[in-house]
């Protein structure tokens, strides 16, 4: 195996921390080395590229499996198989084939604006003047491949050879490049499919419910308890069906077996089923074949079969219904040879529980439960969009080879090879298409969600990384329901509690811890098989009655939902399949769990659960023991040694729930079966970066998990080498003085985004109310703060049908022979020269287009031949340097100009801060050096910090964070940094260092007035917080405006910076100036400083007219001159053109004495 | 009526109190105190007057300055910051630079370094540079500016060995540094930067930038005098500060144990412990019967940083005084190294007597 450098080496280092190799270990305090070694296996953002590397290895095969077979209707001996679907390596897709396809990095396609895709293969078998036809590598689509996948290029990479490529060690990958920019996927959070939610609610009563997903449909299905009847429902059934019924329609049951089914010997259960029966005895349903047709004459005609072509004969109701049940109704229970038990014990159980909710309220389960959630990722999204291309191209396929068959007399046999290709575009177009606009539409579920990508934001590494995280809620923002929003318990350890937005989405956008795993489908063939064959204490539910099924003692086994076989020792049997697992004989994450309450055992093999791993503990001691750390340390066993050996485990949200888990290794008792390996890592990467979090108010760690997404900093080692559309960089990021582990897992140490500011917290000035913050002018001076703008301009020279093309046009000279101003930084080829300066309204790029792109240039259907300016200018008011001018041509073989442009910018008054504790402020005055108070070391604070910030926010890491930062300066040792959640290093202990160093033990020193020279009479709070630059600048805000451009349409001012709009005087404004009677004011401001104009009026018809005469009344006499707004006469000329008359009718102020 | 010998003491201590510090603002001017004059007398400040250096090297100086007022005192601190001219890079002329680095945050490090050269010429011959106004030429002359110019250009060692790993001995050029500006006289300069007075930077080992094979940075740099209120690089020092004298008056005697809980309290060599010596335990008071015994004895005050230790401890909380002189100002002075640290102080102090002269002269043209 080839060492990876991901950086996470250095924390495995014996020598780390100042340890040493012959330091003693103890479990106690080195645990926490298996999550680096978690990481070093999964990454943090492994959930996606795992999702994705199942797509593509496992599910794009299974899929065409499914639909492996194409038969020709026209043409019996005809058919085409495909037998093998591959992946191969991103690829160049150049628009010519004479270019070499060769195989294409990231870093590329970025620059180039190309998708960075795979090409997908397929061998197929088809039928040719009656020989079998074997031809395989045939291209069918291309598909975007996801970066750091085991497709990619840089998918085990290392260090130097991701050098090579221009890409950043640090970048976490699992993100697509569509068109030169980067495409996330987002996590989507889902309620769990095919599992039975029962709930209560006021318009249906008690009910269970459950989504059917198979890979035909998803479906749901109701059992719904009202008015004492319980019924079916469906969405293909007109009307709910009395449960008896459907019993009846499954066939083989007699009443008491039913009865038994549903009640088992409970005698309340069966009082309150018994009812049930006389529904059906109403409807005159005893037989099974009374049943179906009951069932099938309420089936919807036009549901999903009947849409097909009409060429099936009509069937009767009974088949109908027989249909309906065997293949619609609960359709992830598959029936094999009309062997309808099964089915029937699922309704049952379905039934049961619903009898059991409405005897006891608490049996309900709970939709936020995150058990009951399953999140899906890239590679299932991917999977069911590329499904139904694949069934669409298929459809497509078929059409192409009967039209081919239809034809009487064809000359040659049918060749599939060419359309196979051409119809794969629809594939490739399709998967396109789909991520770049973030519109997932799959036909066959009517899915149709928007927003499922997004842009990959670069605004810092931990935006990028809190991105990769982030999981999304399908419910709808806009509803006031409270619950999916609130902090549920068992989100505890598997998602952060404290990164979320606030605002409307709230709660429902969430992010991972930074433990998480979310599991991809590992198949239940093993289960099953274990069961069936292994263990002698559970056998088949099928061959057992009802009765059987609920004595007491007697446990039904659930695989992924559906009853599978019974137990009467679950405890036994949940042991076991524990044991199995923890030797790897199953899989790590298949997870057992014991519901007592409805005597069930449940096993889960299924995708998209959420889980994280945990130390055993048997009885009553880890099974972790330090000669397993120090085997890790020698890089002598990894992660997935431990998982083997049965020393941790992954434990579902659900197997959560049976186990008791101790937080410390002191707080074992013997009843504790797992051990806790951090507890920081309830938060996640984004949440980590707060030093003592444990200690603020937990809202202000939710501000700065926003906030920590808008710091300027490093982006990625490749910085320099992207041409982003925005980049901001900082010019001297540093690594933070306090930092946490987690800062060290994610990398956020060789990525900053901040610097270590010197703070005292004291008032200065009085510019420092409201939150704001005075700096110190020579530290702006020497590059606190300093930042870099990076913008991006593309020019595109297109060619048109016509064959005529852009092009670069030259400089433009005035008459004396000189360049004008306009184009002064323009080189001889028309594109800015590296290093000038740009101010507003210079032109970077001279690009010009042909006047004449409509014609076809073909005889005398010609165009002139001159060009037009389509230059790209410079439009921001503050100057900026090119940086760099990149060429090359794009997919479509046209070349690609980008310019980017450079500001460095230091700070300057309105600029906003903030620190790691969601304290943001703005720049309120900018001190002098010599100003500033000093302390007796001679001291001088970078930022002064008015105190006021304190109280109301309880922002204690804050304090925490400075005193300790203080405390590793003095003392000139790293190992005080730290200020994880939960193993924070005392603070008693930086006092005790203050101390020594000739401080005060509690931050605050004396100090001197810089202005009087005479001592403050208060100690002052002061040591380094780490200040992070945010993006939002006053040079990109400032704004004002005299005179400027107008709207056409209303000839008022336009609107917004960008358009160099007027400041809108709005509604309440108006308002305000009402109340106060400033009339005057009123009119200058909505009518004389906007929109004024003049008009000619005729008096007597009260109709506009023009140059002082009247068109209607054909006189100059009546007609007059006024003033109105423009959009109030806009107004009159449009109602009048819809036939809405209009006259005004004119007074004077001051009437002329007649 | 004149104060007693002990008012005056009292009323030149700042009190550090465990949470305040008292008596901040000094209260020796006329009418303060009733029926006393302490109006400004020359003779009274001339014979009290002292500074006394502790520590004198070029990069730093601390020394005591005695009976003056903190408004004086600040002064000097303050244009040692902001008013003592220093020559700094001000204007970079980028000819090329293929380096990493951007032009901007290039010549942004560039100015901050500091340079040294013949002080009669940086002094006498040197003036300042005044910005062109708008329309108007740069009139760049052997007085007013400095040239120096940056050319390196980063190549392969032929001579490393194959299997180096440091980049600096791989590469020619690999790191710019300081040393890497060179000095061109225009003009007289030559005579008064010349030899051991030539224009160097003050640490030849300032990194500038890193630079791999087939990277060149040249540009040509212009220096000019300028002020510390401009920009920082124009600072001659890197801080000047001062601190009050601490006082330590142990009120009641501290012996035994307490004594050297009481000595951890402070720096190293504030207080010594002595023993309590015969004669005194003989004597009535508080050492009776307390011979060779530790007690504390405040020796030099001067090192405390008064962290305010022992106040937190409640043994000692009544026991000690804690203060500082209000007119001892112990300065420190760091240079960046273009003047010596005491150099810096009088130049501020001749800058002092210049602004005093120009305000003179605005009080006789207001009285009249």
Same mark, same amino acid.
């Given at each position: 195996?080839?060492?990876?450098?991901?950086?996470?080496?250095?924390?495995?280092?014996?020598? $780390?921390?100042?340890?040493?190799?012959?330091?003693?270990?103890?479990?106690?305090?080195?645990?926490?080395?298996?999550?680096?070694?978690?990481?070093?296996?999964?990454?943090?953002?492994?959930?996606?590229?795992?999702?994705?590397?199942?797509?593509?290895?496992?599910?794009?095969?299974?899929?065409?499996?499914?639909?492996?077979?194409?038969?020709?209707?026209?043409?019996?001996?005809?058919?085409?198989?495909?037998?093998?679907?591959?992946?191969?390596?991103?690829?160049?897709?150049?628009?010519?084939?004479?270019?070499?396809?060769?195989?294409?990095?990231?870093?590329?396609?970025?620059?180039?604006?190309?998708?960075?895709?795979?090409?997908?293969?397929?061998?197929?078998?088809?039928?040719?003047?009656?020989?079998?036809?074997?031809?395989?590598?045939?291209?069918?689509?291309?598909?975007?491949?996801?970066?750091?996948?085991?497709? %990619?290029?840089?998918?085990?990479?290392?260090?130097?050879?991701?050098?090579?490529?221009?890409?950043?060690?640090?970048?976490?990958?699992?993100?697509?490049?569509?068109?030169?920019?980067?495409? /996330?996927?987002?996590?989507?959070?889902?309620?769990?499919?095919?599992?039975?939610?029962?709930?209560?609610?006021?318009?249906?009563? /008690?009910?269970?419910?459950?989504?059917?997903?198979?890979?035909?449909?998803?479906?749901?299905?109701?059992?719904?308890?009202?008015?004492?009847?319980?019924?079916?429902?469906?969405?293909?059934?007109?009307?709910?069906?009395?449960?008896?019924?459907?019993?009846?329609?499954?066939?083989?049951?007699?009443?008491?077996?039913?009865?038994?089914?549903?009640?088992?010997?409970?005698?309340?259960?069966?009082?309150?089923?018994?009812?049930?029966?006389?529904?059906?005895?109403?409807?005159?349903?005893?037989?099974?074949?009374?049943?179906?047709?009951?069932?099938?004459?309420?089936?919807?005609?036009?549901?999903?079969?009947?849409?097909?072509?009409?060429?099936?004969?009509?069937?009767?109701?009974?088949?109908?219904?027989?249909?309906?049940?065997?293949?619609?109704?609960?359709?992830?229970?598959?029936?094999?040879?009309?062997?309808? @038990?099964?089915?029937?014990? @699922?309704?049952?159980?379905?039934?049961?529980?619903?009898?059991?909710?409405?005897?006891?309220?608490?049996?309900?389960?709970?939709?936020?439960?995150?058990?009951?959630?399953?999140?899906?990722?890239?590679?299932?999204?991917?999977?069911?969009?590329?499904?139904?291309?694949?069934?669409?191209?298929?459809?497509?396929?078929?059409?192409?080879?009967?039209?081919?068959?239809?034809?009487?007399?064809?000359?040659?046999?049918?060749?599939?090879?060419?359309?196979? &290709?051409?119809?794969?575009?629809?594939?490739?177009?399709?998967?396109?298409?789909?991520?770049?606009?973030?519109?997932?539409? /799959?036909?066959?579920?009517?899915?149709?969600?928007?927003?499922?990508?997004?842009?990959?934001?670069?605004?810092?590494?931990?935006?990028?990384?809190?991105?990769?995280?982030?999981?999304?809620?399908?419910?709808?923002?806009?509803?006031?329901?409270?619950?999916?929003?609130?902090?549920?318990?068992?989100?505890?350890?598997?998602?952060?509690?404290?990164?979320?937005?606030?605002?409307?989405?709230?709660?429902?956008?969430?992010?991972?811890?930074?433990?998480?795993?979310?599991?991809?489908?590992?198949?239940?063939?093993?289960?099953?098989?274990?069961? +069936?064959?292994?263990?002698?204490?559970?056998?088949?539910?099928?061959?057992?009655?009802?009765?059987?099924?609920?004595?007491?003692?007697?446990?039904?086994?659930?695989?992924?939902?559906?009853?599978?076989?019974?137990?009467?020792?679950?405890?036994?049997?949940?042991?076991?399949?524990?044991?199995?697992?923890?030797?790897?004989?199953?899989?790590?994450?298949?997870?057992?769990?014991?519901?007592?309450?409805?005597?069930?055992?449940?096993?889960?093999?299924?995708?998209?659960?959420?889980?994280?791993?945990?130390?055993?503990?048997?009885?009553?001691?880890?099974?972790?023991?330090?000669?397993?750390?120090?085997?890790?340390?020698?890089?002598?066993?990894?992660?997935?040694?431990?998982?083997?050996?049965?020393?941790?485990?992954?434990?579902?949200?659900?197997?959560?729930?049976?186990?008791?888990?101790?937080?410390?290794?002191?707080?074992?008792?013997?009843?504790?079966?797992?051990?806790?390996?951090?507890?920081?890592?309830?938060?996640?990467?984004?949440?980590?970066?707060?030093?003592?979090?444990? +200690?603020?108010?937990?809202?202000?760690?939710?501000?700065?998990?926003?906030?920590?997404?808008?710091?300027? *900093?490093?982006?990625? $080692?490749?910085?320099?080498?992207?041409?982003?559309?925005?980049? $901001?960089?900082?010019?001297?990021?540093?690594?933070?003085?306090?930092?946490?582990?987690?800062?060290?897992?994610?990398?956020?140490? &060789?990525?900053?985004?901040?610097?270590?500011?010197?703070?005292?917290?004291?008032?200065?000035?009085?510019?420092?109310?409201?939150?704001?913050?005075?700096?110190?002018?020579?530290?702006?001076?020497?590059?606190?703060?300093?930042?870099?703008?990076?913008?991006?301009?593309?020019?595109?020279?297109?060619?048109?049908?016509?064959?005529?093309?852009?092009?670069?046009?030259?400089?433009?000279?005035?008459?004396?022979?000189?360049?004008?101003?306009?184009?002064?930084?323009?080189?001889?080829?028309?594109?800015?020269? /590296?290093?000038?300066?740009?101010?507003?309204?210079?032109?970077?790029?001279?690009?010009?287009?042909?006047?004449? &792109? *409509?014609?076809?240039?073909?005889?005398?259907?010609?165009?002139?031949?001159?060009?037009?300016?389509?230059?790209?200018?410079?439009?921001?008011?503050?100057?900026?340097?090119?940086?760099?001018?990149?060429?090359?041509?794009?997919?479509?073989?046209?070349?690609?100009?980008?310019?980017?442009?450079?500001?460095?910018?230091?700070?300057?008054?309105?600029?906003?801060?903030?620190?790691?504790?969601?304290? &943001?402020?703005?720049?309120?005055?900018?001190?002098?050096?010599?100003?500033?108070?000093?302390?007796?070391?001679?001291?001088?604070?970078?930022?002064?910090?008015?105190?006021?910030?304190?109280?109301?926010?309880?922002?204690?890491?804050?304090?925490?964070?400075?005193?300790?930062?203080?405390?590793?300066?003095?003392?000139?040792?790293?190992?005080?940094?730290?200020?994880?959640?939960?193993?924070?290093?005392?603070?008693?202990?930086?006092?005790?260092?203050?101390?020594?160093?000739?401080?005060?033990?509690?931050?605050?020193?004396?100090?001197?007035?810089?202005?009087?020279?005479?001592?403050?009479?208060?100690?002052?709070?002061?040591?380094?917080?780490?200040?992070?630059?945010?993006?939002?600048?006053?040079?990109?805000?400032?704004?004002?405006?005299?005179?400027?451009?107008?709207?056409?349409?209303?000839?008022?001012?336009?609107?917004?910076?960008?358009?160099?709009?007027?400041?809108?005087?709005?509604?309440?404004?108006?308002?305000?100036?009402?109340?106060?009677?400033?009339?005057?004011?009123?009119?200058?401001?909505?009518?004389?400083?906007?929109?004024?104009?003049?008009?000619?009026?005729?008096?007597?018809?009260?109709?506009?007219?023009?140059?002082?005469? %009247?068109?209607?009344?054909?006189?100059?006499?009546?007609?007059?001159?006024?003033?109105?707004?423009?959009?109030?006469?806009?107004?009159?000329?449009?109602?009048?053109?819809?036939?809405?008359?209009?006259?005004?009718?004119?007074?004077?102020?001051?009437?002329?004495?007649? | 009526?004149?104060?007693?010998?002990?008012?005056?003491?009292?009323?030149?201590?700042?009190?550090?109190?465990?949470?305040?510090?008292?008596?901040?603002?000094?209260?020796?001017?006329?009418?303060?105190?009733?029926?006393?004059?302490?109006?400004?007398?020359?003779?009274?400040?001339?014979?009290?007057?002292?500074?006394?250096?502790?520590?004198?090297?070029?990069?730093?100086?601390?020394?005591?300055?005695?009976?003056?007022?903190?408004?004086?005192?600040?002064?000097?601190?303050?244009?040692?910051?902001?008013?003592?001219?220093?020559?700094?890079?001000?204007?970079?002329?980028?000819?090329?630079?293929?380096?990493?680095? #951007?032009?901007?945050?290039?010549?942004?490090?560039?100015?901050?370094?500091?340079?040294?050269?013949?002080?009669?010429?940086?002094?006498?011959?040197?003036?300042?540079?005044?910005?062109?106004?708008?329309?108007?030429?740069?009139?760049?002359?052997?007085?007013?500016?400095? #040239?120096?110019?940056?050319?390196?250009?980063?190549?392969?060692?032929?001579?490393?060995?194959?299997?180096?790993?440091?980049?600096?001995?791989?590469?020619?050029?690999?790191?710019?540094?300081?040393?890497?500006?060179?000095?061109?006289?225009?003009?007289?300069?030559? #005579?008064?930067?010349?030899?051991?007075?030539?224009?160097?930077?003050?640490?030849?080992?300032?990194?500038?930038?890193? =630079?791999?094979?087939?990277?060149?940075?040249?540009?040509?740099?212009? =220096?000019?005098?300028?002020?510390?209120?401009?920009?920082?690089?124009?600072?001659?020092?890197?801080?000047?500060?001062?601190?009050?004298?601490?006082?330590?008056?142990?009120?009641?005697?501290?012996?035994?144990?307490?004594?050297?809980?009481?000595?951890?309290?402070?720096?190293?060599?504030?207080?010594?412990?002595?023993?309590?010596?015969?004669?005194?335990?003989?004597?009535?008071?508080?050492?009776?019967?307390?011979?060779?015994?530790?007690?504390?004895?405040?020796?030099?005050?001067?090192?405390?940083?008064?962290?305010?230790?022992?106040?937190?401890?409640?043994?000692?909380?009544?026991?000690?005084?804690?203060?500082?002189?209000?007119?001892?100002?112990?300065?420190?002075?760091?240079?960046?190294?273009?003047?010596?640290?005491?150099?810096?102080?009088?130049?501020?102090?001749?800058?002092?007597?210049?602004?005093?002269?120009?305000?003179?002269? #605005?009080?006789?043209? =207001?009285?009249?």
């Amino acid at each position: 195996m080839t060492v990876l450098d991901d950086g996470f080496e250095a924390l495995l280092e014996p020598f $780390y921390n100042g340890k040493k190799l012959t330091d003693p270990i103890s479990t106690k305090e080195d645990k926490y080395q298996l999550l680096p070694a978690f990481l070093k296996v999964k990454g943090l953002v492994k959930q996606h590229i795992d999702s994705y590397n199942y797509f593509i290895n496992q599910e794009i095969k299974d899929i065409v499996k499914a639909n492996r077979l194409i038969k020709s209707d026209q043409e019996e001996s005809f058919w085409l198989e495909f037998t093998d679907i591959r992946v191969g390596k991103p690829t160049r897709n150049d628009y010519s084939d004479v270019v070499s396809r060769s195989e294409v990095n990231p870093m590329e396609c970025r620059l180039r604006d190309m998708t960075y895709a795979a090409d997908v293969v397929v061998d197929i078998v088809y039928i040719r003047d009656r020989h079998k036809i074997r031809h395989n590598n045939v291209l069918l689509c291309r598909i975007p491949v996801m970066l750091k996948s085991a497709k %990619c290029c840089l998918s085990g990479a290392s260090n130097s050879e991701m050098e090579v490529m221009n890409e950043c060690p640090l970048d976490p990958g699992g993100y697509f490049i569509i068109g030169g920019t980067e495409k /996330v996927i987002l996590i989507q959070e889902q309620l769990s499919k095919n599992r039975v939610i029962v709930e209560a609610d006021e318009k249906m009563g /008690v009910h269970a419910s459950v989504t059917s997903s198979t890979h035909e449909r998803k479906s749901k299905t109701y059992v719904i308890l009202k008015k004492e009847r319980i019924t079916l429902a469906h969405n293909i059934l007109m009307e709910p069906i009395p449960i008896v019924i459907v019993f009846k329609a499954l066939g083989g049951l007699t009443d008491c077996e039913i009865m038994e089914l549903v009640a088992g010997g409970d005698a309340r259960y069966q009082d309150d089923f018994l009812i049930n029966f006389d529904e059906a005895t109403k409807a005159g349903v005893y037989t099974q074949q009374q049943a179906l047709e009951y069932v099938g004459q309420r089936v919807k005609m036009g549901g999903p079969r009947g849409r097909q072509f009409g060429s099936a004969p009509r069937r009767s109701h009974a088949e109908e219904g027989l249909d309906a049940l065997a293949n619609i109704i609960i359709a992830h229970v598959t029936i094999q040879g009309l062997e309808f @038990y099964p089915k029937a014990i @699922y309704i049952a159980m379905m039934v049961r529980r619903v009898l059991m909710a409405s005897h006891n309220p608490k049996l309900v389960d709970d939709r936020d439960f995150v058990g009951n959630k399953r999140l899906e990722l890239a590679g299932q999204l991917l999977s069911l969009l590329f499904e139904d291309l694949f069934k669409g191209f298929v459809s497509n396929l078929k059409m192409n080879m009967e039209n081919f068959f239809k034809k009487p007399n064809r000359t040659s046999a049918y060749d599939p090879v060419g359309p196979i &290709k051409g119809q794969g575009a629809f594939i490739t177009q399709g998967l396109n298409r789909a991520i770049q606009s973030g519109n997932w539409t /799959v036909k066959r579920f009517n899915m149709n969600r928007a927003g499922v990508t997004h842009v990959l934001s670069r605004l810092s590494y931990i935006a990028a990384l809190g991105m990769m995280t982030r999981i999304s809620s399908q419910f709808e923002k806009t509803r006031k329901v409270s619950g999916p929003r609130a902090l549920q318990m068992s989100q505890w350890g598997m998602l952060c509690t404290s990164d979320t937005p606030e605002g409307e989405a709230c709660g429902l956008v969430k992010n991972l811890a930074l433990m998480t795993h979310i599991t991809t489908d590992v198949g239940d063939e093993a289960v099953k098989e274990w069961i +069936h064959g292994v263990d002698s204490g559970a056998e088949a539910i099928e061959n057992f009655s009802g009765t059987e099924m609920h004595t007491a003692g007697a446990y039904i086994v659930h695989l992924n939902g559906t009853p599978f076989a019974l137990t009467h020792s679950p405890k036994r049997f949940a042991a076991r399949f524990r044991t199995l697992r923890r030797r790897g004989w199953l899989s790590p994450f298949a997870s057992i769990h014991i519901n007592s309450h409805f005597s069930a055992i449940h096993i889960a093999t299924d995708e998209g659960r959420i889980c994280r791993p945990y130390i055993i503990v048997q009885n009553g001691r880890s099974k972790l023991k330090p000669e397993h750390l120090r085997l890790l340390q020698l890089g002598k066993a990894s992660f997935d040694d431990f998982l083997t050996h049965g020393i941790v485990e992954y434990l579902d949200v659900n197997e959560e729930n049976d186990t008791l888990v101790a937080l410390y290794e002191h707080d074992i008792v013997p009843a504790t079966t797992h051990l806790e390996i951090e507890p920081f890592t309830i938060l996640g990467a984004v949440a980590g970066l707060i030093p003592f979090p444990h +200690h603020n108010q937990s809202p202000r760690n939710t501000y700065q998990c926003a906030m920590g997404k808008q710091a300027i *900093g490093a982006i990625a $080692y490749n910085q320099f080498n992207r041409i982003d559309t925005l980049l $901001y960089t900082l010019v001297y990021p540093q690594r933070p003085m306090v930092i946490t582990k987690t800062i060290q897992l994610v990398h956020y140490d &060789k990525l900053p985004a901040g610097q270590n500011a010197t703070v005292v917290v004291m008032s200065y000035s009085g510019y420092d109310i409201e939150d704001a913050l005075v700096l110190n002018k020579a530290s702006l001076d020497r590059g606190f703060g300093r930042c870099q703008v990076f913008r991006k301009y593309t020019a595109e020279l297109q060619s048109y049908p016509n064959g005529r093309r852009d092009r670069m046009g030259g400089v433009a000279k005035d008459e004396d022979g000189l360049v004008i101003d306009k184009h002064a930084i323009l080189d001889e080829d028309g594109m800015a020269m /590296v290093g000038e300066r740009v101010f507003s309204g210079n032109t970077m790029l001279k690009k010009e287009t042909p006047v004449d &792109k *409509g014609t076809t240039g073909i005889g005398t259907d010609r165009g002139p031949d001159d060009f037009s300016d389509a230059s790209l200018n410079y439009k921001i008011a503050d100057a900026a340097y090119i940086d760099k001018v990149m060429i090359s041509t794009n997919e479509r073989d046209h070349p690609v100009i980008k310019v980017q442009t450079r500001q460095t910018r230091r700070p300057e008054l309105g600029d906003k801060f903030s620190s790691r504790h969601g304290q &943001k402020g703005v720049v309120g005055i900018i001190v002098d050096q010599e100003d500033m108070p000093f302390a007796d070391s001679g001291l001088v604070p970078d930022i002064i910090m008015n105190p006021h910030g304190f109280p109301s926010r309880m922002t204690v890491g804050k304090l925490f964070e400075c005193l300790t930062g203080k405390a590793s300066i003095v003392h000139g040792r790293p190992e005080h940094g730290f200020g994880d959640a939960f193993r924070s290093h005392p603070v008693e202990e930086m006092g005790k260092v203050l101390v020594e160093h000739g401080f005060s033990w509690e931050g605050k020193d004396y100090f001197t007035s810089g202005i009087t020279g005479e001592p403050l009479e208060c100690y002052i709070y002061n040591g380094p917080i780490y200040y992070q630059r945010l993006k939002h600048m006053v040079q990109d805000k400032m704004h004002s405006r005299a005179r400027g451009p107008r709207a056409i349409l209303t000839r008022q001012p336009t609107e917004g910076r960008s358009r160099d709009g007027g400041l809108r005087l709005g509604e309440m404004e108006r308002d305000c100036l009402i109340a106060y009677g400033a009339s005057q004011l009123l009119l200058e401001r909505l009518m004389y400083s906007s929109d004024v104009t003049q008009i000619d009026i005729c008096q007597k018809c009260g109709l506009f007219g023009y140059k002082g005469y %009247c068109q209607t009344c054909k006189s100059t006499r009546e007609v007059t001159q006024m003033n109105m707004p423009y959009a109030a006469k806009l107004l009159v000329q449009e109602l009048v053109s819809m036939n809405v008359g209009v006259r005004l009718e004119l007074e004077d102020t001051f009437p002329h004495e007649k | 009526m004149k104060p007693s010998k002990e008012e005056l003491e009292r009323r030149n201590i700042v009190g550090v109190g465990a949470e305040r510090v008292t008596n901040v603002t000094s209260t020796d001017y006329p009418g303060h105190f009733p029926g006393e004059d302490h109006a400004w007398d020359l003779g009274y400040f001339r014979d009290n007057v002292t500074i006394e250096f502790h520590k004198n090297e070029p990069l730093e100086a601390e020394f005591s300055l005695i009976g003056v007022d903190a408004s004086i005192a600040n002064a000097f601190r303050r244009m040692m910051i902001a008013d003592v001219p220093t020559f700094a890079i001000e204007t970079v002329h980028m000819e090329k630079n293929t380096s990493v680095i #951007q032009d901007e945050v290039l010549s942004h490090r560039l100015g901050l370094i500091p340079f040294k050269g013949g002080k009669t010429g940086f002094r006498k011959f040197m003036k300042f540079y005044k910005k062109p106004e708008d329309g108007e030429e740069h009139s760049y002359v052997d007085f007013n500016t400095i #040239q120096l110019s940056l050319n390196v250009e980063c190549t392969h060692n032929k001579k490393a060995a194959k299997n180096e790993t440091d980049v600096t001995k791989l590469y020619n050029h690999a790191h710019v540094y300081a040393s890497d500006i060179e000095f061109n006289p225009v003009g007289r300069q030559e #005579q008064y930067f010349s030899g051991d007075n030539a224009i160097v930077p003050v640490h030849p080992d300032i990194l500038i930038a890193k =630079m791999r094979p087939g990277q060149q940075i040249n540009c040509s740099l212009l =220096m000019h005098k300028g002020v510390g209120s401009d920009h920082a690089k124009f600072s001659p020092v890197a801080t000047a500060s001062y601190r009050l004298m601490p006082t330590i008056k142990i009120k009641s005697p501290i012996l035994g144990e307490d004594a050297k809980k009481f000595q951890k309290c402070f720096p190293k060599g504030v207080i010594e412990l002595q023993t309590v010596t015969r004669k005194e335990s003989k004597e009535e008071g508080p050492f009776k019967g307390k011979e060779g015994e530790w007690k504390a004895v405040v020796v030099d005050p001067m090192r405390d940083t008064v962290s305010r230790e022992c106040l937190r401890h409640d043994e000692f909380k009544d026991k000690v005084e804690l203060g500082r002189k209000r007119d001892h100002f112990i300065y420190s002075v760091e240079s960046t190294g273009q003047w010596r640290s005491d150099e810096i102080f009088l130049e501020a102090v001749a800058l002092f007597k210049e602004k005093a002269k120009k305000f003179e002269h #605005q009080v006789i043209n =207001m009285a009249r």
